[in-house]
């Protein structure tokens, strides 16, 4: 890489993370300036646009989430059966392998491994719902991360993402989660805000995307009971904006089994994390792939 396009780069870089935790409006103003800028080079994702397959899932843009009964994807059973399998031993007795700075939210997977037969990618480029993602983004998405998260029971209180937030890495984006092991309310299950809401929390705290909320502080806004908690056997999915919609999740009872769940990732082009300078499975795309299975690995 020249001088040149590196100082670019970095620059770039530096703005993006300076826009990236601030308020809605100056991320949407980031954004905005990103897609005009990339109008010509993102055609491609336009024409791919109007010839979407047909899907049975729709994310509800007032809602923000979508939960996905058990069956509708073939993939989830392989899904659950991989990710327990790559913690050793089934549940409720199982321990995660990787060591992490959280605890309460380890993944046990190193995506980078995975090839076009594991049954989590075959799940992240089905058609249906690339094309799902697709409408709800209003752009083909870039696949950027798989993980499988293993949750365990702490006692040094709730920080990071066990708290509200939403997250700062798109203005929007989806992220799937299929649960891996029986979830209850003990279980630490994922808990969310629908987009309404998160939206009069965002107003109300002029929340910045750094910051992490009480329950307190979101109950002056909203009332309480007014959260869904994502609950269910395994195989359960839920496709969900991080980004517009506030969650939490780990939180899991002193003495419940561990929560296990798989999470893959999609971003827009336009992301303030750049993800199409660093997508994970681009070496991935080859001709007998969809174009939209092309374009979600960066090709």
Not at 28 to 35: I, K, L, Q, V
Not at 132 to 155: H, K, M, Q, R, W
Request: proline residues 6%; contains cysteine.
């Amino acid at each position: 890489m020249s001088n040149y396009r590196r100082v670019s780069a970095d620059l770039e870089a530096f703005v993006a993370k300076a826009f990236r935790v601030r308020g809605v409006r100056a991320r949407r103003f980031y954004a905005g300036a990103r897609r005009v800028s990339g109008y010509f080079r993102d055609a491609g994702r336009r024409r791919a646009m109007l010839s979407l397959p047909p899907t049975p899932i729709r994310i509800p843009d007032d809602r923000g989430y979508v939960i996905v009964p058990f069956g509708i994807f073939e993939e989830t059973g392989a899904v659950v059966a991989d990710a327990r399998a790559r913690i050793g031993r089934d549940l409720p007795n199982a321990a995660p392998r990787a060591k992490n700075r959280k605890r309460f939210l380890q993944n046990v997977i190193e995506c980078s491994l995975l090839d076009l037969t594991s049954p989590l990618m075959r799940l992240a480029l089905r058609d249906d719902l690339l094309a799902t993602v697709s409408n709800y983004l209003g752009v083909p998405p870039l696949l950027s991360a798989i993980s499988v998260f293993v949750s365990e029971p702490t006692d040094d209180g709730q920080r990071s993402s066990q708290l509200f937030h939403c997250d700062g890495d798109d203005v929007r984006q989806v992220k799937v989660f299929v649960l891996c092991s029986d979830v209850d309310e003990t279980s630490g299950p994922l808990t969310l805000l629908d987009s309404e809401a998160s939206s009069q929390v965002m107003a109300a705290t002029k929340y910045r995307f750094r910051q992490r909320l009480s329950d307190a502080q979101v109950h002056a806004v909203v009332e309480a009971g007014r959260e869904v908690s994502v609950l269910g056997p395994a195989g359960t999915t839920v496709c969900i904006d991080t980004s517009r919609c506030f969650h939490y999740g780990s939180r899991v009872a002193p003495g419940a089994p561990p929560r296990l769940v798989t999470m893959i990732q999609y971003q827009t082009p336009y992301s303030f994390m750049l993800p199409e300078r660093s997508l994970q499975f681009r070496h991935l795309v080859n001709e007998e792939l969809s174009s939209l299975q092309r374009l979600a690995l960066g090709g």
